[in-house]
């Protein structure tokens, strides 16, 4: 069976003044109902661009993008990238869902939370503004939002940023989308409402059995909630597999950097966390060779000056397992023993 969604050498640059910032680069991934993939990598990396072409969000007149973006649909595959604007227009919010990293922004302060879930659910439904309402609220109760009837009369800005989150997400999935995209949707919350709002991503994936894709920075947060994940630099996947070979067998020194950089229960104790050293390369001016050298500790094992001149190719260095990097695995293996001491 095919994969929901599937992405083909996509690619998003903008021209600038400056020159063109290459801000997605030949990116290739797929996702499959009831399959969380997460996006991984700092900011600027390219997740989110990523995401808005898959959504036709981009402006076409200020973007240059090319590849695919297939949704297989039960009607027959639409390329989202080449589609008409209005095929996509009709297949946001009903096949593919969005939920955006500020709710409070994405939520319009002048209206009630009811009348915007219900604007919502009205686009591809035929019902009275009560029965919008009505859905409005059944989808709030069911998001963990208490006294539902109520709150559905009340304005953005009588709720916690916890609690919009909860919204959006109501918004992103009142009519029952395939695929779900949630761009940084722990952002700004305490740890207590991060773990509350990931479990109930998880629910709610069980509930409609949808393809989710999650967008963070953080690789702590994906530990419990991922299948499967893509490390993302510089605008290039440089790692993508499943979640436990990322964290267990990390094939790329930017990942391994990453885990390096977040607490572990069972690292060494008295372990200091270690950072990346030095800044991401700007996008419109890469390096010739690998993007990641300059912040590399470990490409002048690399005989031949090859990471400063020849980009690697993303390669399948085990079944699933692919990773864009010179090393070979003996010196990868000796690069993981860093990785909480004990990989």
Wanted: charged content about 20%.
């Amino acid at each position: 069976m095919k994969p929901f969604l599937e992405v083909k050498n996509l690619s998003v640059s903008f021209p600038t003044e400056d020159g063109l910032v290459k801000a997605s680069n030949d990116i290739s991934f797929s996702v499959s109902r009831g399959e969380t993939l997460a996006v991984v990598g700092e900011s600027g990396s390219g997740k989110s661009v990523t995401s808005l072409a898959v959504m036709g969000l981009h402006n076409r007149k200020s973007a240059i993008i090319t590849g695919q973006a297939i949704l297989n649909l039960n009607s027959g595959p639409v390329d989202t990238i080449s589609a008409p604007e209005e095929v996509v227009r009709k297949l946001r919010g009903k096949s593919m869902a969005m939920i955006f990293q500020d709710p409070m922004s994405a939520l319009h302060p002048y209206y009630t939370i009811g009348d915007q879930l219900s604007e919502a659910w009205r686009l591809y439904n035929e019902g009275s503004k009560a029965a919008g309402i009505k859905r409005a609220t059944e989808m709030l109760d069911l998001v963990g939002i208490p006294a539902a009837a109520k709150r559905v009369r009340e304005y953005p800005h009588q709720f916690s940023g916890g609690m919009r989150q909860r919204v959006m997400i109501a918004m992103a999935l009142i009519n029952n989308p395939s695929l779900l995209i949630a761009d940084e949707p722990t952002t700004a919350l305490d740890v207590t409402v991060q773990s509350q709002i990931l479990q109930l991503l998880r629910d709610m994936q069980k509930e409609f059995n949808m393809a989710v894709i999650l967008i963070t920075h953080d690789l702590g947060v994906v530990a419990e909630v991922a299948d499967r994940a893509c490390v993302m630099y510089a605008g290039k996947i440089v790692e993508q597999s499943n979640i436990e070979e990322i964290y267990y067998k990390p094939d790329h020194p930017y990942t391994i950097g990453l885990l390096n950089s977040i607490p572990r229960l069972d690292q060494i104790e008295g372990r200091r966390l270690q950072a990346i050293p030095g800044q991401p390369p700007s996008l419109i001016s890469l390096p010739a060779g690998c993007a990641f050298q300059p912040r590399c500790t470990y490409s002048h094992l690399v005989p031949g000056n090859l990471c400063r001149t020849q980009v690697p190719d993303l390669n399948e260095k085990f079944a699933g397992h692919f990773s864009r990097c010179h090393l070979t695995e003996a010196q990868l293996i000796e690069a993981r023993k860093s990785v909480g001491g004990q990989l």
